[in-house]
């Protein structure tokens, strides 16, 4: 841990420097402009932030410090020879920028694993809420709960100085992540297995334990989870659930009330929350259409029903990608190689040849291919995680990894409190009708 700590440390003092070079030599120069339409609509395309762990391009999908998935996939030490990558040797990427050898990952795994009790009032809070509550919510509450034991909040209120705050920082990280997948662990044994607990198999790593955790020791199992909070792990600064926590964590809310903040905003429908909406989508209209397999024609159909509803098709479209998102084809490539016949899973592929189009001749979807949220639930289901509504529990454990990586660069670097100037529709039009010189005066 201290040679990660360490390690860390020296890569964020170096950009540092450089950061400060940058800004001594081009701090007035201008990036672009900005249109009156982006402060209206969601501030699309506007560069406004610094996310170092992550970049999405538009056609190229995600790349984590510039590693596109096929190539985590590939150079990422695993847990079995030819299998997936290790979630933890990803944390260990975005947090320095190298791609670990397998026993520096080893090492992290079991310093994980010797960071992860949880207290006991923390699952006594999470179990006094009703067994109905979402399983977001019982997440972010038991996150919440955990909150007493952050260092970061200890050390601020002892008096910690400023240039402390990053390693408390990454302390508070560690044990997160370490106690994570705990927490949701215990949210899904609590809801749908009548509370019977497993213990954790101090012998797995990060994600192979959390699925063990789950009560899933299938093998293939594991290797999905590792998969799954891989492709999950971030996706820039910009998204709801990233861009939360960097938010929160900018007025020095600790990492677990920052953490807990994004986790709320995954919740969200458009967001994270979509998961759980695709599968909930696919199995109503297997329902409605009396069949396992629809064909082309019926869920087309279907799906011209759901947009006359007024509502989005779940896992189509995206603010930024317009190409088919490369972690749905990592997970296609995982079902072809895993479960080729899955009637689900094929249903899943059938429905990305028919959307597409449909969403294309509405002429205002700016993407119609898939993202994330489209495949992930017909995986889960071949398995037997059939309870959708945990899906994004998952989803968020995976992100844990990226935003909390994130806040980390975030106090080392000692960004500011963020406060973007907002502006009312009032003075936009003093400001149209030429009435004042600048918006927002
Ligand atoms: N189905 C139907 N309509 C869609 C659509 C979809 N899948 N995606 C976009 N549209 C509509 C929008 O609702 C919007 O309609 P209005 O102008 O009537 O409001 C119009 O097309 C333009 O939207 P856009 O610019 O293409 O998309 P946005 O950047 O505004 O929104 C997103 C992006 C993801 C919220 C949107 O595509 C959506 O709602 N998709 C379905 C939900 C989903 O899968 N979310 C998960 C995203 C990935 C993640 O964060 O996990």
Known sequence: MEMLKQKFKAQADKLGEEIKQILKEHGDTVIGEIKLSQIYQGMRGMIALIS???????????????????????????????????????FYLMLVG??????????????????????????????????????????????????AESVFAKRYA???????????????????????PHIAAYVYRRKYKEGKILHPDGLLDWAGNFAHMLGYDDEEFKELMRLYMVIHADHEGGNVSAHTTHLVGSALSDPYLSYAAGMNGLAGPLHGLANQEVIKWIFEMQRELKTESPTSEQIKQYVEKTLAEGKVVPGYGHAVLRKTDPRFIAQMEFGKKHMPDDPLVNTVWRIYETVPPILQSLGKVKNPWPNVDAHSGALLVHYGLVEYEYYTVLFAVSRALGVLSSLCWDRALGMPIERPKSVTTAAVKRWLNKEVENLGD
């Open 158 to 180: 002892a008096g910690m100085s400023k240039k402390d705050y990053w390693e408390a920082t990454f302390e508070d990280t560690l044990d997160l992540i370490a106690r994570i």
């Open 98 to 147: 190298e791609i670990p050898t397998k026993e520096e990952v080893d090492t992290l795994s079991a310093i994980l694993q010797r960071r992860s009790h949880v207290p006991m009032y923390v699952y006594e809070t999470m179990k006094a809420l009703p067994t109905e509550t979402h399983p977001m919510t019982m997440f972010v509450v038991g996150i919440m709960a955990l909150q």
């Open 52 to 90: 170092e762990t992550s970049l999405l391009d538009a056609q190229d999908g995600i790349r984590f410090r510039r590693h596109t998935i096929d190539e985590l996939r590939q150079k990422l030490p695993k847990a079995k020879e030819g299998g997936e990558p290790l979630p933890e040797a990803l």
